[in-house]
C-alpha cells in the first residue's frame, strides 16, 4: 500500500508520545534488487518503510523504471504501508517532476543551494521550502524540510562545513514554511567516514527541538552505522576501504528516545551488497549469470535492513498506518 511519509510518521510521532518511541527508516533505492531485499525485510517484520530516491537514482535507474519498480513493491506487499520519497530534492522542478511521477513524499534541502554543495541562506530555505510546501500539500503529498547543514562531501550532497541545528531557528523555520518532517544536523554526515574519533550525536539538540516542536516530525540523516564487519568482508575479498565509521545502532535508538521519527540509510546497504557480491565473486569465479551475485547482493541488503528494522523498533508497526488514499491526504493539509 502507497502511503505518504505523514502516515508513516505519525505512527512513530505517537509512539514517542506515548512511551514507546520507534522510528522508521529510509532507505535509499536505486534499483530493481536494492528494493526487494527492502521489502523482504519489511514484510517479514510488518515494518512500514520509506522507500527514497536521489536525484543520482532517478537518472541511474530513469524517472520510470524505479517509479515502477516502487509500483511494483507496493502491489506485491499490500500489507505494507510504504512512502514513495524524494531524497534530497533541489529545486521546485525536480519537486514537480517526482510528484507527476506519482511519489506520495518529497524532501526540499533548501539547506544548500540548487548545487547542493553550496550553504544557502535561512531565507532562502523557507522561501523554496514553503513554494514547496504549497505545491506539494495541494496534491496531498507531504514534505520535509532541512535546517542546519550536515558535514561531509560523501555523494556529492553535503557542504562539508557542520552547523548543528538552531533549535529556535527551527520553530521559526517550520512556523513559516509549514513543512510535516524536518532534517536536523546533530552531528552525523553522509558516507562512510563519519567521525575522526569517538561517534557523537547531539542529544541535547535533539531534546530541545522535540520540545520546542511536538509535532513535527524530526529526520536524522546521515545514519548508517558503517558495521566493521561488512567492510572486513569487503577488504577481506579486495576491496580497500579504510578508516570508516559510522554511527552505532544504539545511538540511533537512543535519539529515536529523545524523538528523532525518521532515519536515512543508505552507505550500510551499499556496503552490505557490495559485501555480499564480492564474497560471492571470490567464491564463485566461474559464475558469471548476473542474477547470481545481484541475487547474493539483495540477500545481503535484505539482512542489513532486518537488523534495522529490529534496531529502530520499527518491527511490528504497519499496522498502526492508516489506510490512505489521495482525498483523504489532501483533507488532511485543508
Ligand atoms: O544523501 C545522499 C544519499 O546517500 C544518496 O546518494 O546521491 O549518491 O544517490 P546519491
Ligand atoms: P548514510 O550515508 O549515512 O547512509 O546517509 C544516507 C542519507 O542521509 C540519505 O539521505
Ligand atoms: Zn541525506
Do not use: C
Not at 518511541?21 to 532507505?27: E, I
Amino acid at each position: 500500500m502507497l502511503v505518504t511519509s505523514k502516515a508513516i510518521l505519525e505512527a512513530s510521532l505517537q509512539g514517542y508520545k506515548n512511551g514507546k518511541p520507534f522510528a522508521v527508516g529510509a532507505y535509499n533505492v536505486n534499483n530493481m534488487e536494492q528494493a526487494q531485499g527492502i521489502m523482504k525485510a519489511a514484510k517479514e517484520t510488518l515494518s512500514p518503510v520509506i522507500l527514497q530516491m536521489s536525484r543520482g537514482a532517478l537518472k541511474y535507474a530513469e524517472d520510470k523504471y524505479l517509479r515502477n519498480i516502487i509500483m511494483a513493491a507496493a502491489e506485491v506487499n499490500p500489507e505494507i504501508p510504504i512512502a514513495m520519497h524524494l531524497d534530497h530534492g533541489n529545486s521546485m522542478e525536480t519537486v514537480k517532476r517526482v510528484i507527476d511521477l506519482g511519489f506520495t513524499s518529497v524532501m526540499i534541502d533548501g539547506s544548500l543551494m540548487e548545487d547542493s554543495k553550496t550553504p544557502s541562506t535561512f531565507e532562502y530555505n523557507v522561501k523554496i521550502t514553503s513554494e514547496v510546501v504549497k505545491y506539494a500539500h495541494d496534491r496531498g503529498v507531504s514534505v520535509e524540510g532541512e535546517l542546519g547543514t550536515l558535514g561531509g562531501f560523501e555523494d556529492g550532497v553535503g557542504s562539508g562545513k557542520e552547523h548543528l541545528t538552531n533549535p529556535d531557528e527551527a520553530v521559526e523555520f517550520v512556523e513559516k514554511t509549514g513543512v510535516d518532517a524536518l532534517a536536523i544536523s546533530i552531528g552525523t554526515s553522509h558516507g562512510a567516514h563519519k567521525f575522526k574519533g569517538e561517534a557523537k550525536i547531539a542529544y541535547d539538540i535533539i531534546e530541545a527541538i522535540r520540545k520546542k516542536l511536538p509535532d513535527t516530525y524530526l529526520v536524522a540523516h546521515g545514519s548508517s552505522s558503517v558495521p566493521a564487519e561488512l567492510v572486513e568482508i569487503i577488504n577481506q575479498y579486495g576491496g580497500q576501504m579504510e578508516h570508516t565509521a559510522g554511527v552505532p545502532m544504539d545511538m540511533l535508538l537512543k535519539a529515536t528516545q529523545y524523538g528523532i521519527n525518521k532515519i536515512n540509510v543508505d552507505t550500510d546497504l551499499r556496503l552490505a551488497a557490495t559485501a555480499a557480491a564480492r564474497k560471492f565473486m571470490a567464491e564463485n569465479p566461474s559464475k558469471f549469470d548476473q542474477r547470481d551475485w545481484s541475487g547474493a547482493a539483495r540477500e545481503g541488503i535484505y539482512l542489513e535492513v532486518l537488523s534495522h528494522m529490529k534496531a529502530f523498533k520499527t518491527a511490528g508497526h504497519a499496522q498502526e498506518v492508516p489506510n490512505w488514499d489521495l482525498e483523504y491526504m489532501k483533507a488532511q493539509y485543508r
